[in-house]
Every structure is written in C-alpha cells, then in structure tokens.
C-alpha cells in the first residue's frame, strides 16, 4: 500500500527545495540598498536598528553571519531571507493540502487521488515562491521575508490544531503558536495579525456546535460591516477640504468617527443581543480574536515596558525586579489555574507566559543601546527610552481616520488631485496602494519604475484568475475555513493598508508589507486548481477514464503558473552578480579624503555606508552625518561624543543641554563667515581676492525652508553649520552628491566636486559652480578603477557589471547610477570649457558610454541630449549624429504624447530644434515650429526662429507676421 504521508513529505520536499535553489541562485551577492545595509551591520555588530527594532532578526542575523556559508558576510545575513522563504513556501503547500483534506474528510484512496491533492498544492505554493514581491523579500536581508515565515509556521500550527484537537496534548500547538507570535515582534509586527485567524479557529473547532446560528451571525456581522463603511464612507465623502489639518483639527476627526462608528456598532449589537452574544455567534471569535490581538500588541510590546518603565523608572536594578515580579506573577496564574482544574484559564495564562518570553529579545535593545555601538538609532539606554523607542516617536504622530493629513510640500497634490478623503482613499490608499500591488504579483507588472501599472500580458491574469475560483471553491466546500483565510487576507491587505495611512507620494513602492496578504492568496491558487479537478470529477461523472484529462489540467496549471510566473520574473529578480549597492556605497566613501565628515541625504547613500564601515572596515575614519537624522538630539550628540573605531569625534560648540533645546527656528537672510587663517589660505591655493584680503570666507546664508510666510532653518541646518564652523579647515567636509540644494546652506560656489561628493573649500570656481571640480581627484576616480578594493583612502571607482547586459537594473539603481554619469560629464565640461582641450572631452564621455552604456543602463532623453552637445563641441561629429538620432527620435515620440510641454528644461521643442540645427535638418525644424507657434502665436521669437528656418529651408520666402 502506497504510503501517501511520505509521498506528501517528498511534495513538501521538492517546493522546498526548488524554491531554495532559485532563492540561491538569485540572492544578492552581498549588501542591497533601503534598509539592508543597516540590518547586516546591525546584526554583524548586534547593533540598535532604526524604531521600532528587530532584535530576534538581528540575534538571528548575528548567527548567519558567523557561519562560513559563503565569504561575504551581507550575502551570510541575505541567506536568512533565502531559508526563510523556502520554508514559508514549504509551509505554504502542506496548509494547502491540510485544507484541502479538512474539506474533503478522508485520505487519498489512491496514487492518482493523492496526486489531485499534491500537485495543486505545489502550483499554490511555487505562485508564492516565483511572484514578484515575495521573490524580491527572499533575496535580501530584510525583515519581510523571516516575517512572513512566522506567519507561515504560526498558520502551518493553527491547521495541525485543527486536525489533532481532540487529542490530549493538542494544547502544545496552541502554546507554540504564543511563543512564536511573541518571538515574531522582535522581527516584524505583520505575524501579530495572524492572531485573529487562529482565534477563529480555535473556538470554530471547540466550541461551536450550531452551525446554523453560526452562518446566521455571521451574515448579521457581514451586513453591520457594511453598515460601518457605509457610513464611514459618507463621512469620509464629506471631508473635502483643500488645505492641510492641524494635528487638533484631524485628532477632532479622529474621535468624531470613533464616536459615530461606535455608536452604530454599539446600536446594532443592542437590537440584536440575543443572537449576536450567544455561544454559536460568529461575533464570538472576532469579539475573542480582537482582544487577544489588542493583548499582544499593543500589549505586551508596548504596553509591558510601559508598565516597568512607570513601576521602576530608569533604576536598572529596580527595572530587573520589576521584570521578575511580572514573570512571577504570570507563573503563578499558570500554577494557580492548574491547581483549582481552569484548564480554559491555566492555557491562557501559560501562552501569555509564553508570549511574554518571545517578546523578551528587546532586551537586547537596551543591553546593547548601553554600549553604544556604531549604529544606536535612538539610544533606548532606559525602559523610558525603549517606550519612545516603540511607539516609533521619532516619525511623529498620524491619524486612523484622517486619510489625507500631510503637510510636507511635496505631497500637496493630495488635497488637489483627490475631491474628497473617499476618493483618496479609494484610488490611491487601496487602489494604487494595494490592488494594483496583488495585480501585480499575479496578473503582471508593467516595470519597476515607481507607480507603474499592470500588464496583463505577462501572465495573462490566470494565476489571479484561480485565485479569485479558489476563493469562491472555499466557501463553497468549507465556508468556515474560507472565512477564517479571507479575515486574514483582509487583515495582511487592506487592514495593513489603511492602518498605515500612506501620504502621496511615497519615497519607494510598499508591496513588501503585504507580502502576508499575498501568501493567504497563492493558497487560493492552490484551492482553485484543486477545485478545478473537482468540478471536472463532477461534471464528467460519467466518463470513465477522466485521469488523462484531469492530468492534462494539472501539467496545464503547472505551466501556466509557476512556471509561467518563473519566466516572466526571473530576469528582473535575479541580483546574482548585482554589486551596485556595494560599489556605490564604496566610491561615495572614497570621495572623501581621510578623516573626512560626509554628509548624506536618506537611505541609500547612508545604509549601505554604515554596511561598508561595520562589516568590511571600509572606510572607518570617514563620519558620516545623515543629514535626516541630525533633526534628532540622540543622533547629533553621538556624532559629537562617541568615536567609533577610533574615528575622530564631530567637532560642535554645541553643548548636550544645547543639543536637547534645537527646534526649527524663524531665519532672515544673513551674512556668514568663516575664519580662512593665512596657512589655509596657502594650503588651498586660494584666488578669491575678497577672502585673501579680509581672511574669511563671507556668503549669504538666506533660509532653508519656508513655512507659508514663515521663512524658517531647521535643526539640521543649524547643526550643520556649527559643524562646518568648528572643522575650522582642518577637518575635510564633504556633502554628498545626493545631498539636496536646500541642505547645503547656500555654500553651493565653495563646493568642489572629488567624485560623488562636493568638498567644501574656502575658494570659487574661475568658470562657476557647473565645473567646480579637483580634476586630478576626479580622473583617478573614473579612470582607475581598482582590482578588488581598498580600507583606506585610495580614489578609485568601481563599476561592477554596468556594462552587462545580462543584469538587470531597477528604477532605483538607474537613478544612483545616474550620479556616475553627472561625474563624468561634469568633468568632461571641465576638459571641454576650462582647459579647452577636445581630445580628453571625448576621451572622458567614450569612458562613460564603455563603463555605462546607453542601451543597458537607459538614460534620461535630456540626459542623452546634453551628451549629445558635448560631443558636438568637441568636434566628434560622427558620435554626436549617432546619439542626436536617437534622442530625435524620443523627443518626437514625447512631443506627441504632450505637445504642450514647450517650457520645462530641455523640453522637446528646444531639443529638436537644437538638433535639427546641428544636422542641417531645417525642414523639420520649420515643422516643429509650425506646430509650436498654434501654441504660440504670438510670440516673437517663435515667428523669428520660424522665418531663418524657412529661409534655410528655402521652402518658403514669405514671413511670418
């Protein structure tokens, strides 16, 4: 007799391991961009992460990076995504082939039955393994992936229960299930949703006994649900206004709707008490599933170090006593409840046991925070500490209710491109925000450019399709379980989406947050294929040999899913030579001279640095000042008073006290100066007459923000310029390319650029900022890339793979790249204007296009244009005609689409017309200002331009009046 329990285990087997060799095959080399970077160097050191913390992640991570799986210790910490979501898809299969025998209540009967039930089961969770944002979790170090395995696991648990629940030691499961929620907070908080689901279960298998009443209640608990958006909805409808809330004004709101949608709930279940609150409603495991939720989280990880934080202050001995007595006190519940036969109690209080020691790893965020590591985001050294820590304070405060609420200018377009906080709501927080990202993973994906839509044509929309009928199937087989999956797919969805209440725009895509959502749906790919095979069982009864069709359908799905989504992903997830996090964060390093202060601008000129520093001694006497992070007191008094690796600490006039009271403050225009002493003034070479005569470097320092009419400099504005102040020349500063305008503190004539940083000297440029550079420094760095690399100063870029063909680049990395072409235009502007010299021009942009090239890395049109112009100037003709045809071309193409746009920088009209004069191509130019002049007709110098071209033309010797 066939043993089908081992034949399940070798499907479980195979998804694992085909999923693990594709992860393998496909994982990062080494450190990734956004948080990677931070996270490897977090755990390689055990260092304090950016709130709320990851500590179990970086216990785990610390593990991974001290086993000699490969070299490079980014790509041991990448490896913990990799197991990770193998086993998740693992766990995926044998939950689908659990509910799938729930449902049907007996075994295969034979080899062909356990084969309908198995290989669905493996098409449901290789569509996990092979869809676009689990695939892009699974190969780097980030906390999605090990969440969603918890999720997995704790899921995997809840159907195990489920089967052995009438078994004496079923309550095992359920106390696992605790540890493992607890332990999952110090990874991600997305596991903690998961507890509702299982809450379901647990009362839907032991306690209900009238399933009638239980379809009933659940109907009045679907039609209050709709009641509540109904009306949340009109409210939300009624909220037009065209300017940003004040914190008062949306917190009103809040409780406006608090009240109203309360009220409503409260009103219904009222009406209809006798049957909601009775012990076969379905009100009951939501009611249950709600409060066990709220005990976890805000509970225990919030609510637990509150509690000790108030009990015992920041006394670390009485912070210990606290703690035990807390323990205590559970223990002896657990004690209690045993003793005097509650055995509902006794587990109850052993899973908040439990729970409460999975959540203990955030002591490591004080233990560590105490040692002030390299990176200590917050510097939690107290329970008072951790508490701020937590609740995540440093990125303020929001609304549940409020959906459009933002103040910063560049998410404006909220309160004008929305009627109302309905229709944003709608079409950017669910639609755009979660929609388009489950099209994405099963329909297909248009391209990686940020806010891009979806293309059916990838997978032709079949994996959603069987998605959507294994839904359907469910209910229909087993509408219990199915509302069990579908309340936990809202939750890991639109639940998630709408707690978040994400602002337009957002800084990168966020489908990773709902990769839990997305996990909940391959089991309804599964469910569909399965119920595909059962509704052809059913209607072609009668046939007696169906295998050979049913096996047609299950090969059928095998292609059309996971190997379908395999083919259409593969090349866009495969980062297996990918280094450009690694060089970038190496070259932006090397742009500054020894002992240097570098300041950055956001995540990916800082994380991957930080990776460099901690993991490969990249670097370490360089200090880097994130210029978002220097608005924060903990962070400005590290850079002031630790020295990491024997760095020298950050010079400030700053006292801590000083430090603690910085706020944004009220900034006329003024003039500043810094001393420039005579042996500076030799060093640098200085020119500038004004700075030779009076010794110091004077310049206007106008405000950095405005506020309305409030004209305003913030924190990091004023830290920054005490910095530059106390560096006193001796010190290099250097502020990354990245760095935006307003950061620079209207220094921008005494920025010099040394690569993909901008030292600031005490000199201006002969010729003005746009060829500002140290052109011996800059040479080196784009014409002498290095073998392999070096910990100390050497210039000297790298750049990896950016001329093959066969990596893939995303939006993100072409935009960084982009910084290397501004670096070698920059200085072939130099070549061309300072030095006049043509040769070393083309010389230069040759270099560019071999190390960068055009058609692999793709370039902005205008881009393309300016390249275009230099080689023109340099007299390299033949090259320049060759790139003018191509950007012609792409300026019709944008010309049609927007005939419009004739005054944006480099607009098509000014491009083409530019080219066109370049080659001759006159005609054209007469037709390209035809069309312009319906636009503008009466502009002068349009009519001007339009008579030389048709002269030039020769097509028409009347003008234009």
């Given at each position: 007799m066939m043993n089908y329990k081992l034949l399940n285990r070798i499907f479980a087997g195979i998804v694992f391991t085909v999923s693990l060799i594709v992860f393998l095959i496909t994982v990062q080399p080494s450190v990734s961009f956004w948080d990677c970077g931070e996270f490897i160097a977090s755990s390689y050191a055990l260092q304090v992460p950016h709130p709320p913390g990851t500590p179990f992640f970086l216990i785990v991570g610390r593990l991974f990076s001290m086993i000699p799986f490969a070299e490079n210790i980014g790509l041991r910490v990448n490896l913990i995504s990799v197991f990770s979501s193998a086993f998740t898809v693992m766990f995926l299969y044998l939950i689908a082939v659990m509910l799938i025998k729930s449902y049907r209540k007996k075994e295969p009967e034979n080899l062909f039955d356990a084969l309908t039930v198995y290989i669905p089961a493996a098409i449901g969770a290789l569509s996990l393994s092979f869809s676009d944002t689990f695939w892009f979790n699974a190969v780097e170090a980030e906390v999605y992936a090990s969440s969603t395995f918890f999720i997995a696991f704790v899921v995997w648990l809840m159907m195990k229960w489920n089967e052995k629940a009438d078994q004496p030691d079923n309550e095992k499961y359920l106390l696992l299930i605790a540890y493992l929620i607890g332990l999952s907070t110090g990874v991600h908080l997305m596991a903690v949703l998961a507890i509702v689901p299982i809450v379901m279960v647990v009362v839907f298998r032991k306690y209900i006994d009238d399933e009638e009443t239980l379809k009933k209640t659940a109907i009045i608990f679907v039609i209050h649900a709709a009641v509540v958006l109904v009306v949340a909805a009109l409210m939300w409808a009624a909220q037009t206004s065209s300017t940003p809330p004040t914190p008062d004004e949306y917190k009103d709101i809040d409780k406006r709707f608090i009240v109203v949608l309360g009220a409503i709930s409260v009103l219904i279940m009222a009406a209809l008490y006798k049957k909601i609150f009775t012990k076969n409603s379905f009100y009951i495991p939501m009611i249950l599933g709600g409060i066990t939720l709220v005990v976890v989280y805000p509970g225990l990880v919030k609510y637990v170090p509150k509690l000790i934080s108030i009990t015992a202050g920041n006394d670390y001995v009485m912070d210990i006593i606290v703690s035990i007595l807390l323990f205590a006190a559970v223990g002896y519940a657990v004690h209690w409840t045993a003793k005097n036969n509650k055995p509902t109690l006794n587990l109850v209080s052993k899973a908040f046991l439990l729970g409460l020691v999975g959540i203990t790893t955030y002591a490591m965020i004080i233990i560590r925070a105490n040692e002030e590591p390299p990176i200590n985001m917050n510097s939690p050294k107290t329970f008072t500490e951790l508490e701020s820590y937590l609740n995540r304070e440093q990125y303020g405060d929001f609304p549940t209710f409020k959906r459009r609420f933002s103040n910063e200018p560049h998410q404006m377009g909220i309160y004008t491109n929305y009627s109302s906080d309905l229709d944003f709501l709608w079409r950017y927080q669910m639609d755009h925000m979660f929609n388009r990202y489950l099209f994405w993973n099963y329909i297909g994906r248009v391209s990686t450019y940020q806010d891009s839509g979806v293309d059916w044509s990838d997978m032709y929309g079949i994996p959603f399709f069987i998605g959507l009928f294994g839904l359907f199937y469910h209910f229909r087989r087993d509408w219990k379980m199915a509302s069990v999956f579908l309340v936990m797919f809202i939750f890991l969805g639109y639940l998630t989406a709408f707690y978040q209440n994400q602002q337009q725009p957002q800084p990168r895509e966020r489908d990773y947050f709902y990769v839990g959502a997305f996990f909940v749906y391959s089991i309804w790919i599964a469910l569909g294929m399965r119920g595909i095979i059962e509704l052809m069982v059913e209607k072609f009864d009668k046939i007696k040999n169906l295998k050979p069709a049913l096996g047609l359908v299950m090969a059928a799905g095998i292609i059309v899913v996971p190997v379908n989504m395999f083919h259409a992903n593969y090349f866009e997830h495969d980062r297996s030579r990918n280094y450009v996090p690694w060089d970038y964060a190496y070259n932006l390093l090397q742009s500054a001279a020894p002992n240097a202060i570098l300041f950055t601008n956001g995540d990916n000129d800082t994380f991957p640095l930080w990776y460099l520093q901690d993991v490969e001694g990249v670097r370490r006497d360089v200090r880097i000042a994130n210029l978002s992070l220097l608005n924060t007191p903990w962070y400005i008094k590290q850079l002031k008073n630790t020295s990491p690796y024997g760095a020298e600490k950050v010079a400030m006039s700053l006292s801590d006290r000083d430090i603690d009271n910085l706020t944004v403050q009220r900034w006329e225009p003024v003039e500043m100066s810094i001393p420039v002493p005579p042996d500076v003034i030799k060093e640098f070479g200085v020119k500038d007459s004004a700075i030779i005569k009076t010794g110091k470097l004077t310049w206007l320092m106008k405000n950095p923000v405005q506020y309305g009419n409030v004209k305003a400099i913030r924190t990091q504005d004023l830290v920054v310029l005490d910095i530059i102040m106390q560096s006193k020349w001796k010190r290099p500063v250097y502020f990354a390319v990245t760095c935006s305008d307003d950061s620079k503190l209207g220094l921008d004539e005494y920025l010099r650029m040394e690569g993909m940083a901008l030292r600031l000297v005490p000199d201006k440029s002969d010729a003005g900022s746009i060829e500002y550079i140290n052109e011996p420094v800059m040479r080196k760095q784009l014409f002498d890339e290095p073998e392999g690399f070096s910990r100390d100063y050497r210039p000297g870029f790298?750049?990896?793979?950016?001329?093959?063909?066969?990596?893939?680049?995303?939006?993100?990395?072409?935009?960084?790249?982009?910084?290397?072409?501004?670096?070698?235009?920059?200085?072939?502007?130099?070549?061309?204007?300072?030095?006049?010299?043509?040769?070393?021009?083309?010389?230069?942009?040759?270099?560019?296009?071999?190390?960068?090239?055009?058609?692999?890395?793709?370039?902005?049109?205008?881009?393309?244009?300016?390249?275009a112009r230099l080689y023109y100037a340099a007299g390299a003709y033949d090259k320049y005609e060759e790139i003018a045809k191509e950007v012609i071309e792409t300026a019709k193409?944008?010309?049609?689409?927007?005939?419009?746009?004739?005054?944006?920088?480099?607009?098509?009209?000014?491009?083409?017309?530019?080219?066109?004069?370049?080659?001759?191509?006159?005609?054209?130019?007469?037709?390209?200002?035809?069309?312009?002049?319906?636009?503008?007709?009466?502009?002068?110098?349009?009519?001007q331009l339009l008579n030389r071209y048709r002269r030039l033309a020769g097509v028409d010797t009347l003008e234009v009046k």
């Open positions: 790298k750049f990896r793979g950016l001329n093959d063909s066969t990596i893939f680049f995303d939006e993100n990395h072409e935009r960084l790249i982009q910084n290397y072409r501004n670096t070698f235009m920059r200085l072939a502007v130099h070549y061309l204007y300072s030095l006049k010299d043509s040769a070393r021009t083309v010389e230069t942009l040759d270099l560019m296009e071999r190390k960068i090239p055009r058609n692999i890395v793709r370039v902005d049109n205008r881009i393309l244009h300016d390249i193409l944008k010309l049609k689409n927007n005939p419009r746009d004739y005054s944006s920088w480099n607009n098509p009209y000014d491009i083409l017309l530019t080219h066109y004069e370049n080659l001759k191509m006159y005609k054209e130019a007469v037709e390209v200002l035809n069309q312009l002049s319906m636009y503008l007709p009466y502009d002068e110098s349009v009519k």
